[in-house]
């Protein structure tokens, strides 16, 4: 039983299918199970109860790159790990979206030397950035819920 | 300190004018031989039945650039018999640097040699598999060489934000 039997015939609603896709996309997100550095232990908190990704339909972290929408790129990339996170984006299907989330992952914070990546928008696009060292979970709340706002903006062709 | 003067007496014997100094700082014992004989200090410390340092707890490099000699390869040796602790320390020119693997003396030099070589380009003859152990195989240069360059990007201010995101490599689609 569900809320159209407690109020009754609620006729039609009507939008666009751009509007009712975008909606889809976002209430069933999956990020994929993937932490690099400290970063990762804030993702982990952000997942568990106290924070609860899964009200934003994030309950499942999967494991395969295949079943994922989002990458959430928790810590810093080291130019060895660089291929192997730009081959698990490939293995990604579309339409997928990438977070970069603190400050190593945005911009190589504090390691600006021979082993880190200067942000890891040099080997995938980013989204959206989170700012942090690393991060409360509420700051990659609000990344994701940015994402949100930017995947309703969406246009359908822009994927095609 | 007579084990470690044992130890001492052991390597004289062993490589006579092969040890260079001695020197002890706070109960450290370090003792600098000759790069030649590096294997035959290891082996000799190894087996005398009154030493007996069967574990290579450490070896490191430390390069002195522009100092010459430039690079000193170190060997922390455990004597878990005898409680004892030796600090072995030799020297290397700076252009290309090598010396004899303790490989056979010591298996557990395996990969703190395959480090030393992956960071300082200090080669090892006789190693097994002399690969690199941490940076990426087709990596160039050394890092933890003092003349090797500190970072690869110029760190980004108000005043030259523009001029640096031209040239930052951003990835495509």
Known sequence: ?160 | MSGLDEALNVLRTALGEGVRTVTDFRGETTVEVDPARIVAACRAVRDAPTLKFTRLAGQTAVDYWPDEPRFAVIYQLHSLEKGLRLRLLLRLQGDAPSVASVVQVFPSANWHEREIFDMFGIRFTGHPDLRRLLMPADWQGHPLRKDYPLGYEEVQFTFNFDEIDRKKPYAKE
């Open chain 1, 1 to 160: 039983m569900g809320v159209e039997a407690k109020l009754g015939d609620l006729g039609l609603v009507t939008l666009t299918l751009e509007k009712a896709v975008n909606w889809s996309r976002t209430r069933a997100m999956w990020p994929m199970l993937f932490g690099l550095a400290c970063c990762a232990i804030e993702m982990m908190s952000a997942q568990a109860s106290h924070y609860d990704l899964s009200r934003f339909g994030m309950e499942l972290m999967r494991a395969s790159p295949r079943q994922s929408d989002l990458m959430i790129v928790a810590g810093r990339v080291t130019r060895k790990m660089a291929p192997v996170l730009r081959r698990l984006y490939d293995q990604m299907p579309d339409p997928k979206w990438v977070i970069a989330m603190g400050d190593c992952a945005s911009c190589g914070g504090i390691f600006n030397n021979y082993a880190i990546v200067q942000g890891v928008d040099e080997v995938v696009p980013v989204d959206v950035y989170v700012a942090g060292c690393p991060p409360r979970p509420e700051a990659l709340i609000h990344g994701i819920i940015t994402l949100h706002h930017k995947v309703e903006k969406e246009k359908l062709a822009a994927h095609a």
